[in-house]
Every structure is written in C-alpha cells, then in structure tokens.
T-cell receptor, first 113, second 111 residues
C-alpha cells in the first residue's frame, strides 16, 4: 500500500527565509507525486507534480520539489517566503495505474514578519 | 463552470439524520472523486467514478455511505443515519491521473 509521511505538522519561517517542507513516500511502483496547498475554507490547489519526467519540478508561486528515488523523498522548497505562503500544504502519492490520491497529514506553514 | 462546485458549503445535521452532498465537476471531466477530510488531517479517499461507473468504492467507511453519478456529470454523496464521527469536510475532485481539481468542500457537522 502507498503511504506518505510529512515530517513536521507545523513549520514557521521568517518572511524572506527559505521554506522547506518534507515529504517521504512509500510505494511499490514508481509513483506520481503531488504537492497541494489549502487556504482556509478553500479546496486544494495543485502546486506541482512529478509524473516520471524531470526529477526537479517547478510549480506555481515560486515553489519547486525534487524527486529523489534513493531517499523516497519529494521535499518542497521555496527560496524566499512571502506572507501569502501561509497555508496548509499536503503531499500526495498515486499509483500511475490507479486513480486515487493518498495524502500525508499536512504541514501548516506560518510566516513571521 | 470555471471549477468544481459543491453544495451546500456547510451542513449541520442531527445524529441519525440523512444528508446529501452535491458535486458539480468541471464540464467534460470523465473522472470524479470524493474524499473525506477530518479536522487537522489530510484528505482520505472515499470513492471514484469514471463517467457514471463507480470503479472504486473501497474508501467508503460503512454501508451508510452511498455515492452516485447517474448521468456521468453531477454526483451526490449520501450519508444515512449520520453519526458524530461523520463530521468532516467532504471534498469532491474531477480530472484525471495527472491532476485532480478540487472543489471548496462541504463542511458537515453532526450534533
């Protein structure tokens, strides 16, 4: 069975600092990997996705993530945090042969002025 | 429409009542998914449709949960005899294997 572990339920960084949100996955087949962002009382918005092409994936709002098979990781980074980045972030995995997404528990990102 | 819409946005039910939650997917999307998101948790898969066919309902927590998509567009998630543990946000998504577009969710509170 597939699973996702997000290390750190809460991450706090200063405005302008590096953002690093950690995600490790477990999958018996080469996975598809996703990062979603959720603002309060809103649905999930796709930030970026890895679907077996380039291992460094660039997404919206300056975020990027690198697929590392040897580490079974897909960490999300942004060089310089902005106040508007404060939200809940979810990492998800899917089996390319299946359709459903398996989500991690989420990481709440707080940006300090 | 521009995106996935869900109604109602908020629903309060007394324990034992039946509820129906509606999802309008993006026009033309073949795949439709339902997820349940408990407070402070990530979404968990409930069920998946391809057109009107329910291909995977392995995530439905009990036989009180029922989903349908009779004409391959709008979908309804029905919960019978609601229990307090059913309180959650129910998310609908449409799309495909490479991307799912999520609606804003229906927040269900069972008293």
């Amino acid at each position: 069975a597939q699973s996702v572990t997000q290390l750190g339920s809460h991450v706090s960084v200063s405005e302008g600092a590096l953002v690093l949100l950690r995600c490790n996955y477990s999958s018996s087949v080469p996975p598809y990997l996703f990062w979603y962002v959720q603002y309060p009382n809103q649905g999930l918005q796709l930030l970026l996705k890895y679907t077996s092409a380039a291992t460094l994936v660039k997404g919206i709002n300056g975020f990027e993530a690198e697929f590392k098979k040897s580490e079974t990781s897909f960490h999300l980074t942004k060089p310089s945090a902005h106040m508007s980045d404060a939200a809940e972030y979810f990492c998800a995995v899917s089996d390319p042969g299946a359709q459903k997404l398996v989500f991690g528990q989420g990481t709440r990102l707080t940006i300090n002025p | 429409g521009a995106g996935v819409s869900q109604s109602p946005r908020y629903k309060v039910a007394k324990r034992g009542q039946d509820v129906a939650l509606r999802c309008d997917p993006i026009s033309g999307h073949v795949s439709l998914f339902w997820y349940q998101q408990a407070l402070g948790q990530g979404p968990e898969f409930l069920t998946y449709f391809q057109n009107e066919a329910q291909l995977d309902k392995s995530g439905l927590p009990s036989d009180r949960f029922f989903a349908e998509r009779p004409e391959g567009s709008v979908s309804t998630l029905k919960i019978q005899r609601t229990q307090q543990e059913d309180s959650a946000v129910y998310l609908c998504a449409s799309g495909g294997i490479n991307e799912q577009f999520f609606g804003p969710g229906t927040r269900l509170t069972v008293l």
